[in-house]
């Protein structure tokens, strides 16, 4: 499917291999999502304006190329907090916005619990991050969140994504960048993606 960008590194594939797997106690899946967030992230970032800038290393002048805009993280809660739990060792200088996210389980629909995000948005290229995009409902209600506020670019990272959510997303966001390291089969009738991890906040947090 061209409406995302899929991460097929093997160390992507190999966390994925953990996090799937359903004998993966809590420590070592938040472990695993943690490092294949900072794979995902690293791919989100790849295409970012940079910006040259002239340094003086200890034996000559160099022009270097550093980031042209501030980065913002934005996790849905619960699970995306799990997806960029290492962030701080690859960025550290990102702002995190939180968005409270929790799906109805009968109608699938989210419902915003939490929003904690800075101000004047359009300076940012900001990263909705969330492990899971299952109908697309949750990215799709971040992402208008984000516009009303002031986004301007916007980009979407998840570990498993549904080929109905990347086409709903996509719809909803004609041009942002969709990362995944995966695409699976379908949605299940509860709105579960399979093959799928199981419920992504529930294995990450234990409970
Ligand atoms: C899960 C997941 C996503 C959402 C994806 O969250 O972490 O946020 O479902 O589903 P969607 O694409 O159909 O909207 P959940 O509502 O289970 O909350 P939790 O992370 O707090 O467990
Ligand atoms: N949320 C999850 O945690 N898992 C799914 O498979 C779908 C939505």
């Not at 501030?70 to 916005?97: K, Y």
């Amino acid at each position: 499917m061209k409406d995302c960008t899929l991460i097929d590194h093997p160390l992507a594939q190999a966390r994925l291999a953990t996090i799937r797997d359903k004998r993966t106690n809590t420590e070592l899946f938040r472990r695993a999502l943690g490092q294949l967030g900072l794979i995902i992230l690293q791919e989100a970032i790849r295409d970012m304006d940079t910006k040259s800038k002239r340094i003086q290393t200890p034996l000559s002048q160099t022009k270097a190329q550093v980031l042209a805009r501030d980065i913002l993280l934005v996790p849905i809660l619960r699970a995306g907090q799990g997806l960029i739990g290492l962030a701080d060792q690859l960025l550290p200088e990102a702002q995190i916005g939180y968005l409270g996210m929790v799906r109805d389980e009968q109608s699938l629909e989210p419902e915003t619990y939490l929003e904690k995000i800075p101000r004047r948005l359009g300076r940012f290229e900001i990263i909705v991050c969330d492990p899971m995009l299952a109908t697309g409902g949750s990215a799709i209600a971040a992402g208008r969140l984000l516009e009303k506020r002031g986004a301007k670019r916007l980009k979407f990272m998840h570990a498993l994504a549904s080929p109905e959510g990347v086409r709903a997303l996509r719809k909803a966001f004609p041009k942002a960048s969709i990362i995944t390291a995966a695409l699976d089969d379908c949605l299940n009738e509860k709105g579960y993606i399979v093959p799928g991890l199981g419920d992504a906040g529930d294995r990450c947090f234990g409970c």
